[in-house]
């Protein structure tokens, strides 16, 4: 997905609700990673980068398994991104742009990741990403959890925020988000567009189990 740049105004964060935690804070931070569990069965014996762009890179490393054997795994290294599920007046504001891989149209929340280069905290992300996309800005953002969205063939992580107390205003959008829009729907509409396929991004879908859990 496209990568965003992080307007100055969104250095200092909203109110922030650590999951699973009742109190409050100012300022946003880097909050510790899930522990990996498990063994590791697989043996990294090599590692090289075939391919690389400013949003991703593909490396190829040889691979021992637990029994012994030899194996190549192909894997896209992709930083982190943000995901904001924007809840008011008892439903979502939703996102919806043109998925080229998918070459179809795709109605998700607001999301993107920093450019090359520039780091900060998942919550100033996810305020920058919210206001450029939507125009929104949020008095209050709660994390939900860190999702990841495809562990067969990436690390990238989704760090995922409910953002209420929005404020509205304009959209700050990229060049490449030039064919954007946005809509509110009713919270029974978003299940239903869940339920019959008519949203399908995984990233979307996955947040809404974490507020739903949540709620």
């Known amino acids: 997905m496209p990568t965003k740049t992080i307007p100055p105004r969104f250095r200092t964060a909203p109110t922030i609700i650590l999951a699973g935690q009742h109190r409050t804070r100012r300022g946003g931070s880097v909050l510790p990673e899930g ?68 070459r179809a149209r795709s109605w998700e929340f607001p999301s993107g990741a920093f450019p090359e280069g520039v780091t900060g905290s998942p919550e100033e992300l996810a305020a920058a990403e919210l206001a450029e996309e939507t125009g929104f800005t949020a008095g209050r953002l709660e994390r939900l959890g860190r999702l990841h969205c495809a562990n067969g063939m990436t690390g990238e992580g989704c760090h995922v925020f409910l953002a209420t107390e929005l404020t509205p205003g304009e959209p700050n959008r990229e060049h490449t988000e030039q064919d954007m829009r946005q809509q509110w729907f009713p919270q029974s509409e978003v299940e239903e567009m869940l339920r019959t396929g008519v949203l399908t991004d995984g990233p979307s879908m996955a947040a809404y189990l974490l507020l739903k859990l949540r709620r």
């Open 35 to 102: 522990r990996q569990t498990g063994e590791v069965s697989i043996k990294t014996l090599s590692s090289r980068v075939v391919y690389r762009n400013p949003w991703l890179s593909l490396r190829e490393d040889r691979i021992e398994h637990a029994d012994g054997s030899p194996g190549l795994y192909s894997v896209i290294d992709k930083p982190d991104f943000a995901l904001v599920i924007p809840w008011e007046d008892g439903g979502f504001h939703l996102v919806e742009q043109y998925r080229y891989p998918v």
